[in-house]
Nanobody, 118 residues
Framework: QVQLVESGGGLVQAGGSLRLSCAASGRTFSSYVMGWFRQAPGKERELVATITWSGGRTYYTDSVKGRFTISRDNAKNTVYLQMNSLKPEDTAVYYC???????????WGQGTQVTVSS
């Protein structure tokens, strides 16, 4: 059974940093794109960043470019999101996602709350 378990969320002041982790288990993820999404209260879930397990290619939404870094540790089956220079508008529940490159079932973690105070 596939499991994605996020950790690392919390409360931080504006300008601070947090590192989120997503531990993946239950299958081989070499042909998956791993992503971080976030959902703020009253807003739709939005894509933040993605990375491929195999090639390490990355994508970032414009609002986080230069501040967030997505990475993966293949040996630990873990994906990270390093978040620097945090802003109050980054406040949201952050979700880890695993999506097959060629389509098929996508998996989600339970989410971790990030709150940035001004």
């Amino acid at each position: 059974q596939v499991q994605l378990v996020e950790s690392g969320g919390g409360l931080v002041q504006a300008g601070g940093s947090l590192r989120l982790s997503c531990a993946a288990s239950g299958r081989t993820f070499s042909s998956y794109v791993m992503g971080w999404f976030r959902q703020a209260p009253g807003k739709e879930r939005e894509l933040v960043a993605t990375i491929t397990w195999s090639g390490g290619r990355t994508y970032y939404t414009d609002s986080v470019k230069g501040r967030f870094t997505i990475s993966r540790d293949n040996a630990k089956n873990t994906v990270y999101l390093q978040m620097n220079s945090l802003k109050p508008e980054d406040t949201a529940v952050y979700y880890c996602n695993a999506r097959p490159v060629l389509g098929g079932t996508s998996y989600w973690g339970q989410g971790t709350q990030v709150t940035v105070s001004s």
